[in-house]
């Protein structure tokens, strides 16, 4: 079975710029969750989609939104990017049942504002 | 709100003797999962176990075991028999009331030195 992609792996901005992300989960995983992970906050959760619909948001300010389609496929997106939104973004797919104890994440990407 | 607790910024162990990672978690939830992940500096992060706050016997995978003491309401990691590969950032995580997402601590860095 193959893994979580994510696409760019690295990708660097300019301020004020908008940014767009992308998550394919493992064959068969109807959940996405996305995380941020920087040295100062550590790994903070910023949502999670299943089948299409957004279940759960984390503590991030409108300018993060993201999306599924209906092959499970997620995108992220971040916009007016600020100097520190440079993280590394995660993404994780599970099978989508409370409660699972599947979570596998991607590679990430490593994303940096100048 | 949970709290994921790990204490050890930084441990170094020699190669072959096993290692403890340390993790106390806060929580109010009854029913709760506990998990680790390994994340090399690559950035991917690795499901080395989890464990549920109703399982009676402690999780093992491997070289990893989960030594879950729910009264102090810990859930430290044991790796056996270390190996330089094992080197890498170490996170403890809980899902959280929704169950959807995780809540991570800061992390332990491991190093194994020959």
């Known amino acids: 079975k193959a893994g979580v992609t994510q696409t760019p792996r690295y990708l660097i901005k300019t301020r004020g710029q908008q940014v767009t992300l992308s998550c394919s989960p493992i064959?068969?995983?109807?959940?996405v969750s996305w995380y941020q992970q920087t040295p100062g906050q550590g790994l903070q959760f910023l949502f999670e989609?299943?089948?299409?619909?957004?279940?759960n948001k984390g503590n991030f300010p409108g300018r993060f939104s993201g999306r599924q389609f209906s092959n499970s496929r997620s995108e992220m997106n971040v916009s007016t990017l600020e100097l520190g939104d440079s993280a590394l973004y995660l993404c994780?797919?599970?099978?989508?049942?409370?409660?699972?104890?599947?979570?596998?994440f991607g590679p990430g990407t490593r994303l940096t504002v100048l | 709100a949970q709290k994921i607790t790990q204490t050890q910024p930084g441990m170094f162990v020699q190669e072959k003797e096993a290692v403890t990672l340390d993790c106390t978690y806060d929580?109010?939830?009854?029913?709760?999962?506990l998990f680790w992940y390994k994340q090399p500096s690559s950035g991917e992060m690795i499901f080395l176990i989890y464990?549920?706050?109703?399982?009676?016997q402690n999780a093992t995978e491997g070289r990893y075991s989960l030594n879950f003491q729910k009264a102090r309401k810990s859930a430290n990691l044991v790796i056996s028999a270390s190996q330089l590969g094992d080197s890498a950032m170490y996170f403890c995580a809980m899902r959280d009331a929704s169950g959807y997402a995780l809540n991570f601590g800061k992390g332990t860095s491991l190093l194994v030195t020959p």
């Open positions: 929580t109010s939830d009854q029913s709760y999962g």
């Open positions: 994780a797919s599970s099978p989508g049942l409370r409660g699972s104890n599947e979570q596998f």
């Open positions: 464990q549920g706050s109703y399982d009676e």
């Open positions: 064959s068969g995983h109807r959940s």
């Open positions: 989609y299943f089948s299409e619909t957004q279940r």
